[in-house]
């Protein structure tokens, strides 16, 4: 598989995930409205990443490579913390999900909720963005072959929007209540994987220097250079070496969060007042 | 200072630099296991360059005092690390011209 390809599909991937289901979220919760501003800060945040990359090229400028990295862990962190409150989200209104309830001022999303989460797919593609133009640029001018690699590049990007399409169209059919748990545990996996790639990315902006030992060696399975390694790390946050503080943080959130999903509905804890108050 | 990614991970793998601000011109010599090369000092990333596919070159600067860094070019089977060593004296942080520039306006 070509190199460009597989780098386009991997910063791809990680900015459509989380447009994908940011996007299936709000639909799913009756705030189909919120679906226009959200497609118009992603193409903003397209349109803002190409002006940047064309201005560093004619400038003559490297990618600040340190702020890139940190930018990214900023971003990562907002990212679980929007992942995570879908979850809770999920979880408490699971139940009451069907029928009339649904649309009743206490299950709908409110207003600041769903501007964060169209804040969050515009702060994913300018995330992933400007890396993604300064290397299309960089391939079509200096590559040992410009077209493949361009081409390749290109695919990738496209491979990465299908695959967000994908996951749009999933978590629109998926049955929020019924399904809870499946959305749940893949958000629960989505989730764990930002905060270990947010640990990574903080490493490599120079803010984070302990617990950098090897701690697992998934390169059998996250083999470098290949499509499979892009979709293992752009979308579950899997690296061929895994640090210390990489694994920590990974099970540190996987481990809780993936308990109070799963827990058995019968032992859930009571909903809360606000829901019961809601009930007719 | 010029380095090269090959199969082999960093090329040279050993650096002898001189103390002082220091451009590192990484450039893929055609190898489609490593894309990445990272300056460390310990376990704390100072710079890198990653995302440089066969043909592709970039680069990074920093001031280097003396003392024993790493350089990591993950993927590479037998110098996917190398040592690099700096010698000479200790720079004066205003050796960086953008210091410079701005604290004399």
């Known amino acids: 598989v070509l190199p460009t390809f597989v780098i386009g599909l991997r910063e791809g991937v990680e900015a459509a995930l989380i447009v994908g289901i940011v996007a299936a979220f709000l639909r799913k919760e009756g705030r189909a409205d919120a679906l226009r501003p959200m497609w118009l800060g992603v193409i903003a945040a397209v349109g803002l990443c190409v002006l940047a990359g064309v201005a560093l090229e004619l400038a003559d400028q490297e990618l600040p490579q340190r702020r890139q990295e940190g930018l990214e862990t900023i971003v990562g962190a907002a990212a679980v913390g929007i992942v995570t409150f879908m979850i809770v989200w999920m979880r408490r209104h699971a139940r009451d999900l069907s029928g009339e309830l649904r649309r009743s001022a206490g299950a709908a999303l409110a207003s600041g909720s769903t501007a964060a989460l169209v804040g969050m797919a515009f702060f994913a593609v300018i995330r992933e963005g400007l890396e993604t133009v300064v290397f299309l640029l960089a391939v079509l001018q200096n590559a040992d072959d410009p077209v493949a690699g361009g081409a390749g590049a290109l695919l990738g990007l496209a491979c990465a929007v299908a695959i967000g399409a994908l996951i749009y169209r999933g978590g629109v059919k998926l049955d929020l209540g019924r399904f809870f748990r499946i959305t749940g545990a893949v958000l629960v996996l989505v989730a764990a994987g930002l905060v270990a790639s947010t640990l990574h990315t903080a490493h490599e902006a120079g803010w984070l220097g302990s617990g950098q030992q090897p701690a697992l060696d998934l390169s059998w399975l996250v083999v470098p250079g290949t499509w499979t390694s892009a979709l293992l790390t752009g979308m579950l946050g899997w690296r061929p070496q895994v640090t210390q503080a990489e694994l920590i943080g990974y099970l540190a959130y996987l481990v809780p969060a993936g308990a109070y999903v799963l827990w058995p509905a019968g032992r859930r804890v009571p909903a809360a007042p606000r829901q019961a108050a809601a009930r007719p | ?105």
């Not at chain 2, 990614?5 to 010599?29: Q, S």
């Not at chain 2, 005092?65 to 993927?75: E, H, K, L, V």
């Open chain 2, 1 to 105: 200072v010029k380095v090269k990614l090959t199969d082999a991970g960093c090329d040279p793998a050993k650096l002898d630099l001189e103390a002082g601000r220091t451009t590192f011109a990484v450039t893929n010599a055609g190898t489609g296991r490593v894309s990445e090369l990272e300056l460390l000092s310990g376990a704390r990333v100072l710079g890198e360059k990653e995302n440089l596919v066969s043909g592709l070159s970039g680069s990074f600067t920093i001031t280097l005092q003396p003392g024993r860094y790493t350089i990591s070019c993950p993927g590479g089977t037998t110098a996917a690390t190398g040592i690099v060593t700096v010698g000479g004296t200790a720079v004066h942080a205003s050796a960086d011209p953008r210091l410079q520039a701005a604290t004399t306006g």
